[in-house]
């Protein structure tokens, strides 16, 4: 392979300014944000987050700097670790369709640790969250493609902590290309497939790639040199060349059930039929799931535990069917007898014509069977929050309250909903004033 070190993305990464971003994109930035807090927020009444705050007292260093849902501070690493352990407990947070990843969830933890640090004002905050999430997608697409398989988030993270931090922390243009480097040639190469069939903590290797970064970051600085990154190769150059003109973050999708993507197309097909007709989980026979392959794919047992129930397909459209929704309180309590008697009258075939169109639509449609004889058929259906809808503060400040109901006042919420659609605060203000609510 052929590299051209020209510093054109380290440039980008330090140089981006704030007022130089399309209203559009400072909007969609507020947005993200928020919706990433709602995920922390979420994510730290989890066992994930538990076992992620034990890593953190046995491995790291007690510091000065917060994690949201603890009263206890650590170094950079530490507190890196803990927000990465909880910010994709739920499988709640942003994806992009191109890299089939999460990349907001894969560098926040480091982002926010770093943040606190250094105590980042709202726009400089807001900026370094931009230019790490164009930098992970263009990183994930250039992994893509060398690896000819599909990683997820933890992998492409390791490369997003290091842009967003590495900003925040003050690195020249050498210095940044170097911890690139280090984090994109040693990130966890994660196999994502595996956990959707056999579903646990490990999901999407998120906690394990924000892990990766912070310590490249930290060997960067500390004389470790690693020589070449995938974006300054020859094959790959070119997914920097709408730097700065094609927002990646404009391109995010949005989630409004916390289990894997590929099963809410039937969610929501399933909710459908019931409000169109009228009908309960009562009157239903059996549902056909007619979907793309990988979705078939997903774990279709009965969950033993919130990671088992968010990475399966079963679970989640029988919970929604007789709940009426699918919610983390869902996620928590895999023990309803009415929802695992609805699992059994599940089946979920691949259509090819359906199949064809992924990974670019996830799409799917219920085949209803009622007891009285009758057959309901739904529309084919994507699903909700994809980026053509153009999802703005309003639905994901309605997304947030639901989510984080269990833990914050609708008073504590709104707040939060306000100062962050604003400019007048810092990481520091932030961070405090949630740790504040939750741990009272």
């Not at 493609?145 to 931090?165: E, I, L, M, N």
Request: glycine residues 10%.
């Amino acid at each position: 392979m052929k590299f051209i070190t020209d510093y054109r993305l380290e440039h980008f990464i330090l140089d981006t300014r704030w007022e130089t971003l399309p209203e559009p994109v400072q909007e969609r930035l507020r947005g993200c944000l928020l919706d990433l807090f709602g995920a922390l927020i979420s994510g730290s009444r989890s066992d994930q987050f538990s076992a992620g705050l034990a890593l953190a007292r046995r491995a790291f260093r007690p510091g000065g700097i917060a994690a949201l849902g603890t009263s206890e501070r650590f170094d950079f690493l530490g507190s890196t670790a803990v927000m990465g352990h909880s910010s994709n407990a739920y499988d709640i947070d942003d994806g992009h369709n191109v890299i089939r990843a999460h990349p907001g969830t894969s560098f926040i933890g480091g982002l926010l640790a770093a943040g606190y640090d250094r105590d980042c004002s709202a726009h400089d905050f807001l900026t370094t969250l931009y230019v790490a999430y164009e930098t992970t997608v263009r990183m994930g697409r250039a992994i893509m493609d060398y690896y000819q398989y599909p990683h997820s988030s933890g992998t492409f993270g390791a490369v997003g902590v290091v842009a967003g931090a590495g900003r925040i922390f003050g690195l020249g243009a050498e210095q940044m290309n170097n911890a690139l480097s280090i984090a994109e040639f040693n990130a966890p190469l994660v196999p994502g497939i595996r956990s959707v069939e056999y579903p646990s903590m490990n999901k999407d290797g998120v906690p394990f790639g924000v892990m990766a970064g912070a310590l490249a970051l930290l060997a960067s600085e500390s004389g470790f040199t690693g020589n070449k990154n995938l974006l300054e190769a020859e094959e790959y150059r070119h997914y920097l060349d709408d730097l700065g003109v094609r927002h990646e973050v404009l391109a995010l999708y949005f989630k409004p059930y916390p289990c894997c993507r590929w099963g809410h197309p039937a969610i929501d097909a399933c909710l459908s039929l019931l409000r169109q007709h009228g009908i309960t989980a009562s009157e239903i026979e059996h549902v056909t799931i007619q979907t793309f392959y990988k979705a078939t794919q997903l774990s279709k047992g009965i969950p033993s535990c919130a990671d088992a129930a968010q990475y399966n397909i079963a679970y989640p459209v029988a919970s929604s069917i007789v709940n009426s929704g699918f919610s983390i309180e869902q996620v928590e309590q895999t023990g309803d007898p009415a929802v695992h008697q609805m699992m059994e009258r599940l089946s979920f075939v691949c259509d090819p014509e359906l199949d064809a169109q992924f990974p670019a639509k996830r799409l799917c449609r219920a085949v209803m069977e009622l007891k009285n004889g009758r057959r309901l058929i739904s529309d084919v259906m994507g699903p909700r929050g994809e980026a053509e809808e153009n999802i703005g503060y309003p639905w994901l400040a309605d997304k947030f309250r639901h989510i984080t109901g269990g833990q914050l006042a609708s008073g504590q919420q709104d707040a939060l909903i306000d100062l962050l659609h604003g400019d007048q605060w810092s990481v520091r203000q932030l961070v405090d004033q949630v740790n504040s609510w939750l741990l009272a």
